[in-house]
């Protein structure tokens, strides 16, 4: 397994490594400002003929220690033994999220299936749904991946699969045969705080009632006038942890993407269930980059015998993250890239929603406010 980094920015254009093999697979992320123009999709493509290419919009990207606000960060991959498809799917509508995962998890199935890495709109699809909807055709395959982001905007996510990227999109990648080797980690760093309150009413991922209230409602009493007024964004600060109450040990963390203030309701990148217990969280600097190291630990872990090869790391985090730590966002970059070790290419975004392996479970699920690491290597 072979990679080399490349980067795209206004003044310098593409800067890469020297490259001696034919890359099968590049991997993209780019801020929507500048992946509107097709211009970058067209020039990956003259580069790279003959490989596969897939991105999407963010809220950052990741490469090595480094993050970057706007530009292009991308990784060229050249599997030696390992095959890969691919499935992209139209998502014009969240209600049918689990129906778009079908499909993904329908044309991606196979015996020698080892993992699904998908890419999806961050704002017009149910994360929740579409995982569950892959997992009903993969089986116990591990999923990982994201959902698009926009920085704190909320206007348009971007999605591309050997196109252009588009709003509105879902893409996947399989990855088949015994010689790839992937791994799976995953971690918050966040703290629970004040009273637990009952989820009394929820439709899907839309929020609108806690112990009967308002949900609106409760954000803004931990918001002063000015934060309420930046609502959304401002709420990425306040996560709520949610469990099943016969299930206190498998918990989820759930981001806000949208308030209907006429309504007083909430929208979550995932699925709210009615009967939940929901609580806030709030996180500090240390916490987030010790949950960072944490993720990227069991990340390399998982390649058991292989965790000395070359190959290569894709960090997902999350944008409530990244505004939480501000200026300070590298500490947890370079605690991942720590716990990774040299031997693995890293690459990355800030997302709206975080989609791996349950730590607990190993179920596959969305996340969020966690730093994920997808780590793959060939024997």
Known sequence: MDTASLSWNVIDRWQSQQTQFAPNLVLYFGSRETLSDSGRYRELREMFPDACLMGC???????GDEMMESGVNAIAVRFNATTIRTAIENAPDARHSRIYGEAIGRALASD???????????????GSELVAGIGMHVGNVPISGGLAGDGSQFIETMVG??????????????????????????????????????ITSAEGNVLFQLDGRAALDLYERYLGDDEIEALPGSALLFPLQIHDPKRPDH????????????????????DMPEGWVAQLMRGN????????????????DDLGELKSNGGMAILVSCIGRKLLMGQHIATEIEAAGAALGPNLARIGFYSYGEITPHATSGICELHNQTMTITTMVER
């Open 251 to 270: 918990r989820l963390v759930r981001t806000v993407l949208a308030v209907d203030r006429d309504k007083r309701s909430m929208t979550f990148a995932g």
């Open 112 to 126: 020698d299936l080892a993992g699904v890495f998908v890419l999806s709109d961050g704002l017009a699809v149910n």
């Open 285 to 300: 600097f240390d916490r987030l980059a010790s949950g960072a190291a944490e993720a990227a630990q069991l990340a390399r």
């Open 57 to 63: 919009s963010t809220d950052g990207q990741i490469c």
């Open 161 to 198: 699969l050997n196109c252009p990227p588009e709003s509105g999109k879902i893409a996947a990648i399989g990855f088949y045969g015994r010689s790839i080797k992937i791994g799976h980690g995953s971690a918050g760093g966040w703290d629970v705080f004040g009273p637990k309150r009952r």
